[in-house]
């Protein structure tokens, strides 16, 4: 498991007084306001980011880091991936899953016959969708609601899963 979480990507300044837009990556975009701090990844090392100020404009949030004061400094952020420590996330409910945390399992069915490898969860909305590439590289979608994933191991790196009738035909 990775000890860090995507939480957004910056995509553009916000103003003239330092702000940057950031596209969340995570499910509850109103979470930013309980953050304190965030992980900013450059080519070089990882720099820890105060938060100061946090607002919502559409489907972004616009972010206000400590010591960044300028539009100048803030466009030195651009593209840039934000991540909170494992311990910042927000606590899981039984049976809820990081997506980072899926993908690599091995997914198999109930009868032991080994589908592939989740590479990908699409967030529907009404549930996810997750995608299971198998040797052949096709693709599985898989509906990721209760009667389809029985079993969800992430210590061994296994799903196990019960194919719904006509799926895979």
């Keep these: ?3 860090v979480l ?7 300044t916000h103003g003239l ?22 992980l900013l990844y450059t080519d070089k090392d990882i720099l820890p980011l105060k938060i100061t100020g946090v607002k919502f404009t559409k489907n972004l949030v616009v972010l206000k880091f400590k010591g960044f004061e300028t539009i100048e400094e803030a466009e030195k952020l651009k593209k840039k991936e934000l991540f909170i420590s494992r311990e910042n996330a927000v606590p899981l409910e039984e049976g809820e899953y990081f997506i980072v945390d899926l993908i690599g399992l091995q997914v198999v069915t109930d009868d032991g016959i080994l589908l592939g490898t989740l590479t990908d ?14 040797s052949d590289k096709k693709e599985i979608l898989l509906p990721a609601i209760r009667e389809c994933i029985l079993n969800t191991d992430l210590e061994k790196k296994i799903m196990t899963v019960k194919i719904p009738e006509g799926l895979m035909d």
């Design 6 to 12: 995507r939480v957004g990507v910056i995509t553009g």
């Design 1 to 3: 498991m990775q000890d």
């Design 17 to 38: 007084k330092g702000e940057v837009k950031v596209f969340p990556t995570t499910d509850d975009p109103k979470r930013f306001k309980d953050l304190k701090e965030v």
């Design 121 to 134: 969860v699409i967030q529907t909305g009404a549930n996810d969708v997750y995608v299971v590439e198998g």
